[in-house]
Nanobody
Framework: QVQLVESGGGLVQAGGSLRLSCAAS????????MGWFRQAPGLEREFVAA????????RYAESVKGRFTISRDNAKNLVFLLLNSLQPEDTAVYYC?????????????????WGQGTQVTVSS
């Protein structure tokens, strides 16, 4: 069982940056692929970024590639998402997720545990 708690969301102007954090409970954090997803009002949840167990491999949605960076610290059970050059269309609730796949998954159905989410709002 893994419990995930996101933090770091907030209100930022277009062009600004935020760093989201996700703290995981348990002693098996390094055995999970970690992902970030987001859901805007009225829209379906979408994949944002994911990182392999040891952090060597990452995947990004095309819409955030070059602007967002995912990283993890297995010693501290933390995963991060650095959001740069934010745009109003990035406004959403951002969710952290943990999955047991042997590859870097991008579908939400491949993740087993989810956090409660943190709100990111980008003003124009």
């Amino acid at each position: 069982q893994v419990q995930l708690v996101e933090s770091g969301g907030g209100l930022v102007q277009a062009g600004g940056s935020l760093r989201l954090s996700c703290a995981a409970s348990g002693r098996t954090f390094s055995s999970y692929v970690m992902g970030w997803f987001r859901q805007a009002p009225g829209l379906e949840r979408e994949f944002v970024a994911a990182i392999s167990r040891r952090g060597f491999n990452t995947r990004y949605a095309e819409s955030v590639k070059g602007r967002f960076t995912i990283s993890r610290d297995n010693a501290k059970n933390l995963v991060f998402l650095l959001l740069n050059s934010l745009q109003p269309e990035d406004t959403a609730v951002y969710y952290c997720a943990a999955g047991g796949t042997p590859y870097v998954a991008i579908r939400g159905t491949e993740y087993d545990y989810w956090g409660q989410g943190t709100q990111v709002t980008v003003s124009s």
